[in-house]
């Protein structure tokens, strides 16, 4: 399996790890979970799990590091201050990883992003703010409500807008329209060990709810009773629903 290891920098100055899976097909970008890195999705089997598609030159997957040190887990800062510079993580991720996928992947205009737990977050966010890049988001195990990860302070604009739960609720005119037309999401969570105390449960049945009410088109997928919030459910998970994208 081809792999490499690529350092990138935004125009802005942030930098972080690209870690790309595979020859040719389909481009996966792919969010850690919190405090994660670029080569944690291949530490953790979901490369191994996608392994036939990789090789099959369906798919390529690329994994990033996460900036939620300083941004969303940055624990002694209010919520807006991490939500402002979740900024940097953005610019990096539109300005540096995006031109690095396309030229990979011989120019190809669409790529699917993909995470679980708050790489679903991710996922979903990038995904929603920025259709025009990333068309197909695969959420697993997310929480997409930034107000319930232990935080504080007075909320405004960074904050809205960097919260699917709030924003989406939202949505309306000819935005609203083209993301109908533009957008397609797969939310899967389990029902077992961890997934209520994360959160994940109710929210990703909320986002279903509003998916619903708004007319974008997606999926649910709820699994069993033991299914946990942990990283063989996710194994599972992916490969049973990548195929069908790639």
């Known amino acids: 399996?081809?792999?490499?290891?690529a350092e990138l920098y935004s125009p802005a100055g942030a930098r972080g790890m690209l870690a790309a899976y595979g020859h040719y097909g389909?481009?996966?970008?792919?969010?850690?979970?919190?405090?994660?890195?670029?080569?944690?999705?291949?530490?953790?089997?979901?490369?191994?799990?996608?392994?036939?598609?990789?090789?099959?030159?369906?798919?390529?997957?690329?994994?990033?590091?996460?900036?939620?040190?300083g941004t969303w887990s940055a624990g002694d800062l209010p919520l807006e201050e991490r939500a402002r510079r979740h900024g940097a993580y953005e610019s990096w991720i539109v300005d540096a990883v995006v031109p690095h996928i396309r030229a990979d992947s011989g120019g190809a205009a669409e790529i699917v992003v993909a995470g679980c737990s708050m790489g679903a977050f991710h996922?979903?966010?990038f995904a929603f703010k920025r259709a025009d890049l990333f068309p197909l988001a695969l959420c697993f195990?997310?929480?997409?409500?930034?107000?319930?990860?232990?935080g504080w302070g007075e909320?405004?604009?960074?904050?809205?807008?960097?919260?699917?739960?709030?924003?989406?609720?939202?949505?309306?005119?000819?935005?609203?329209?083209?993301l109908r037309s533009r957008l397609s999401v797969l939310l899967v969570c389990g029902q077992g060990q961890w997934e209520d105390t994360t959160g994940s449960l109710a929210s990703t049945r909320r986002m279903a709810e509003l998916l619903t009410a708004r007319g974008v088109r997606h999926e649910l997928d709820l699994w069993g009773f033991d299914v946990p919030h942990d990283w063989p459910s996710w194994r599972a998970q992916l490969a049973h629903h990548l195929p069908r994208f790639c």
């Not at 399996?1 to 290891?5: F, G, K, L, P, S």
């Not at 890195?37 to 598609?53: I, K, M, N, S």
Request: charged residues 20%.
């Open 1 to 5: 399996m081809r792999h490499y290891m």
């Open 155 to 178: 909320q405004g604009d960074a904050l809205y807008f960097n919260n699917p739960m709030a924003y989406v609720a939202n949505l309306h005119g000819d935005h609203l329209d083209w």
């Open 26 to 69: 389909r481009p996966v970008l792919v969010f850690p979970t919190e405090n994660g890195h670029a080569r944690e999705f291949a530490d953790r089997g979901l490369v191994a799990a996608a392994g036939d598609l990789i090789e099959a030159g369906r798919v390529k997957l690329y994994g990033v590091d996460s900036f939620d040190a």
């Open 123 to 125: 996922a979903l966010n």
């Open 141 to 150: 195990s997310g929480n997409y409500d930034p107000t319930s990860w232990r």
